[in-house]
T-cell receptor, first 115, second 112 residues
């Protein structure tokens, strides 16, 4: 088990471009979460999946943000028409369901810089 | 709405001294409670968790935390801090069936 893997680790883009981040969770984990962390703040919950079903997406920051987990394994987070305010660390985490549902294992994150 | 407050933004402790990081939560029932640590360039690592039962929980790296329902608190403690403990510490609450809600974090510096 190699833990939660996120790619790319760093992304620099120009305002208005689209970016996509990928997360590969721990293989036996059914749940997958996306968080955003800005400087000096704690992680902010965005969305989560149980298998391929997206169970909560109301916290996505705007309609420019979308996430998928098509086969219940890896997930992607896409930001369209990026803005400078989107610059942040995007964290992915995974967990079991049931009693282990709240014990999250985090990846190292994908840092986005929007110029 | 559920929330987590970490009153101390930055704490400096001498190496070998004891440590207490404060955490208060707002939630109607007893939530699941967590402490995570984040070192520079590293992912968030779970230190300990409280679900139910004994209100004093032990975690990794010599940390412990005590749940006090009357004070809505879940403070993190360590008897003797090591220089390698310098990091950012996050308290989190998980209302039943939902994702973790994190506090803003406390940065710990360790002086020699």
């Amino acid at each position: 088990d190699t833990g939660v893997s996120q790619n790319p680790r760093h992304k620099i883009t120009k305002r208005g471009q689209n970016v996509t981040f990928r997360c590969d969770p721990i293989s036996e984990h059914n749940r997958l979460y996306w968080y955003r962390q800005t400087l000096g703040q704690g992680p902010e919950f965005l969305t989560y999946f149980q298998n391929e079903a997206q169970l909560e997406k109301s916290r996505l920051l705007s309609d420019r943000f979308s996430a998928e987990r098509p086969k219940g394994s890896f997930s992607t987070l896409e930001i369209q028409r990026t803005e400078q305010g989107d610059s942040a660390m995007y964290l992915c985490a995974s967990s079991h369901t049931g009693e282990g549902a709240n014990v999250l294992t985090f990846g190292a994150g994908s840092r986005l810089t929007v110029l | 709405a559920q929330s987590v407050t970490q009153p101390d933004i930055h704490i400096t402790v001498s190496e070998g001294a004891s440590l207490e990081l404060r955490c208060n939560y707002s939630y109607g029932a007893t939530p699941y409670l967590f402490w995570y640590v984040q070192s520079p360039g590293q992912g968030l690592q779970l230190l300990l968790k409280y679900f139910s039962g004994d209100t004093l929980v032990q975690g990794i790296k010599g940390f412990e935390a005590e749940f006090k329902r009357s004070q809505s608190s879940f403070n993190l403690r360590k008897p003797s801090v090591h220089w390698s403990d310098a990091a950012e510490y996050f308290c989190a609450v998980a209302p039943a069936g939902t994702a973790l809600i994190f506090g803003k974090g406390t940065t710990l510096s360790v002086s020699s």
